[in-house]
């Protein structure tokens, strides 16, 4: 049988799987380095074959997932980029998330677009187009193009396209590419996004394919995307988006496959997020509202998930509501500090022992600034302070407060974190398991001295969080529990189809939510829990979900190899392209048949649908063999509206789906 490569770079952990008949025979971690992704592969690659003895060159298929995306839009990181915008109006910019997608990154607004029937509304305005591209203020490294109502003629996209990779040289995300829906702002958020995250996914695909090359691996390199089937690498690196929520739905086939349960909750916890979903009859559910990552609703078809910024290596912060106050958890991902004295020793343990032996807390204690250099084209488009401040971190982790001479620095530094340049390290609930010895993997003085100098923060009341260090790490370990418990009982709420009349994030956090779970006993019996096991994946889980198991009253399952459930999932998966269509009732006996080359009418409703189906079918079936499936299956979804008028029916329109799935190709 042939031997099976799976590999899943997280925002901490690269973890590596090796399978062979339907068995895991080898597994390894090892640390991402964001600064160069190809070495943390290289480790956790070379591990899984140093223990299974297997030769690169017998391996018969490698894939990848990753949470990279989801965790850069999460944490509002990506290149900066240009929106070429047509036949919008400037209002369009503040619907659908664009604005916040855009984060005050560069638009081109020029006039053209079509009608919703596929006609030309306005010419476009190319000499407009090709001004604004040579007078752009500031390098960007990609664009995206969104036309209105480019899925019914994307003329005007493909001609923008074609302009700006000749006036510029820089990669093109056109929106129609992405999704066939209506919808022309979230289709232009999505394309955004999508040119964004380009240089990061082709940064870590290209890596991670020149490794395997260089050791002899020339099996055929798979991506998982974000509904758990595998696309081609190539495929991934045009449309990176498609790769969001690539690493949670790797996780939930990895968790159907370790554990063969077909109903169940499946939360993973990884460094930045955790992630949940439902299994119904064994396989998760697709959004069909498209995937939501960061408070952003794309169009990108992924398994219905809910994703939190909450994992091992959340922020910690303090509130100070009322007297006692409390914790709160993400969702920003910083570097723990044990992992950073590890790192930059000679920086942080020296900082922590001065902080320690001080007589007051400093507003920056405990808190360092390290350099990640994640990409080429993140250094373009900064400031002159921006460029000041990441010079003066240079190469070597520095202290916050020595770093942040103003407030304007400090913005600087929120500007380059967000570019994914600057990283910064604080405390962790990964700090709180090492003083409570639930890990032993970096430096655990370095982490006792952090959360004590944490613990020295006053509440409402005026009084220490906590007394020690150990007082403070018992306390992120109760919140890691109550936080995680909490997005459990949301997603259930959300998917159990009962109309509760509240909205899920209030009936969570509800007082009688909160009594149920403690069991209340009084004159009222009061419980409240989940009425699906929940199965426990990622490197924390068995520290921290036996108590939200029972927290919440169920059974947790935590399978064997719940730490690289992503890995597994990365390569155990179908190859599964979609393609949509639209055809529609332009007016009595015309029907539009709205293909990717441009609108066609017919003048039969019948021959309309088959040759939008076959269409559909061939080109579906064309991207499934591109992306490496053989034994491919062809199935397709109608939905036929029709209306009654007058006693007579009049077609409105068709959608419709052509799904073409297969194994990847293994080689001989």
Known sequence: MAYLLGV???????????????????????????????????????????????????????????????????????????????????KDIARQGLNEALGGDPVISISGGHTHAGYEANSMDVMALVDALRSLDGDVSGFAVASQFATRNPEHEVAAR???????????????????????????????????????????????????????????????????????????????????????????????????????????????????????????????????????????EAVAMRTSGLGGDSEIHVTRDGLQGGLILGPRRVLPISLAAQQFPEVVLPALDRQIRADRLGEYDAQFVVPIRQFSQGSTGLSDREVQVLNRVGEDACEMGQLLANRMEGAALKKLVARG???????????????????????????????????????????????????????????????????LLEAAFSEDNTDFSVPVEDLAKHILTQRGMAHHRGLVKIDVGLNLPVIGLGASATSYYGAVGDRLSTHMILPKYAGVANAIGAVVGQVSMRKSGQVTGVSEGVFRVHFVEGPQDFYDQETALSALEEYLRDTAKSDAVSS??????????????????????IFVYADIIAIASGRPRIAD
């Not at 025979?25 to 591990?47: D, E, F, P, Q, Y």
Request: glycine fraction near 10%; include cysteine; hydrophobic fraction near 45%.
């Open 421 to 487: 340049l600057l990283m910064i390290s604080a405390v962790t609930p990964s700090d709180a398991a090492h003083v409570t010895g639930i890990l032993n993997s970096w430096n655990r003085d370095a982490a006792i001295a952090a959360l004590d100098i944490f613990s020295r923060q006053r509440n409402g009341a005026g009084q220490r969080i906590a007394q020690n260090a150990h007082g403070m790490a018992e306390a992120v370990i109760n919140q890691v529990t109550a936080q995680t418990s909490k997005i």
């Open 8 to 90: 899943d770079t997280g925002g901490t952990y690269t973890d590596a799987v090796l399978i062979k008949d339907d068995t895991v025979i080898a597994s390894a971690k090892s640390l991402t380095t964001r600064h160069n992704l190809a070495r943390g592969v290289s480790a956790a690659v070379k591990l899984v074959l140093d223990e299974s003895k297997v030769a690169p060159a017998d391996i018969s298929l490698s894939s990848l997932s990753t949470t990279l995306a989801t965790n850069a839009l999460v944490e509002g990181q990506g290149a900066r980029v240009c929106l070429v915008f047509i036949g919008f109006t400037a």
């Open 628 to 649: 490496g499936a053989e034994d491919i299956r062809v199935r397709v979804e109608k939905d036929i509206r029709i209306a009654n008028i007058e006693g007579k029916k």
């Open 162 to 300: 074609d302009i700006i990779r000749e006036v510029t040289g820089a990669p093109v995300t056109c929106s129609h590419e992405l999704s066939a829906k209506l919808g022309g702002p979230k289709r232009a958020m999505t394309a955004v996004l999508n040119s964004r995250l380009i240089g990061m996914i082709d940064h870590l695909i290209g890596a991670t394919d020149d490794y395997l090359q260089s050791i002899g691996i020339k099996a055929p390199m798979m991506v998982v995307r974000g509904d758990g089937a595998l696309i081609s690498a190539e495929t991934a690196r045009e449309r990176p988006i498609e790769t969001i929520l690539s690493g949670p739905a790797a996780s939930i086939v990895g968790a159907q496959w370790l554990t063969d349960e077909t109903d169940a909750f499946v939360s993973d916890i990884g460094g930045t997020t955790t992630d949940i979903a439902v299994l119904r009859n064994g396989r998760p559910m697709l959004d069909p509202q498209g995937a939501r990552v960061g408070g952003l609703r794309t169009m990108v």
